[in-house]
């Protein structure tokens, strides 16, 4: 990898403190900040999330959106000394899903983004194998999709974190 930095992927269940946990990592950062959005509001639930996320992250964060094209939208926030947070890679699945492109090939274009760029980059992802097993095919090839690229990411990444009710749990401890 040729990316200098540090990368680390946030994984939790819905609700577990991992966005949270994510933007605490750029506490008293001094380089630029930059969120890389991935959700779409939808519906007025979904634009009340997203207000939230935003207003606990304060007005000194850059916010790009990336409904679809996530390794480009790295790509063009990515500078030495910055900290990249992207949240979230599951709701990125989902749109990728959802537009009938292939999530292997996207997948696998974010981690050849993620190779070359620099500056601290950090994603969180929803752990989602963990439930049941869904009961219609499209459910299925999202839980497939999203377990395979959090394995992906994981296995490049510097380090990983599960963060389960608050807690964070290193998983895969950074060597940097």
């Known amino acids: 990898m040729s990316r200098s930095g540090k990368c680390t992927l946030v ?3 819905a609700r577990s ?3 949270a946990y994510a933007e605490q990592l750029a506490k008293g950062w001094k380089g630029p ?3 890389i959005a991935t959700a779409q509001a939808h519906d ?3 634009a009340v999330r997203i207000k939230a996320h935003r207003d606990r992250r304060g007005s000194d964060w850059e916010t790009v959106g990336a409904v679809l094209d996530l390794p480009g939208a790295l790509r063009g926030a990515a500078a030495e000394g910055s900290f990249i947070l992207i949240d979230c890679l599951t709701l990125w699945l989902t749109n990728v899903l959802l537009a009938e492109e292939d999530c292997e090939l996207a997948v696998s274009a974010l981690l050849e983004a993620l190779a070359d760029v620099s500056g601290t980059i950090v994603l ?3 752990e989602v194998g963990g439930g049941i097993v869904p009961v219609n095919e499209l459910a299925r090839r999202f839980r497939d999709a999203a377990g395979d690229a959090n ?3 994981a296995q490049t990444a510097d380090e ?3 963060v389960t009710a608050g807690l964070p749990m290193v998983l895969k ?3 940097q």
């Open 33 to 35: 900040r930059v969120y």
């Open 173 to 175: 401890p950074s060597t």
């Open 151 to 153: 394995r992906r990411v």
């Open 124 to 126: 969180v992802s929803n």
């Open 44 to 46: 007025e639930e979904m």
């Open 160 to 162: 990983v974190v599960l």
């Open 11 to 13: 994984l939790g269940g």
């Open 17 to 19: 403190g991992k966005s």
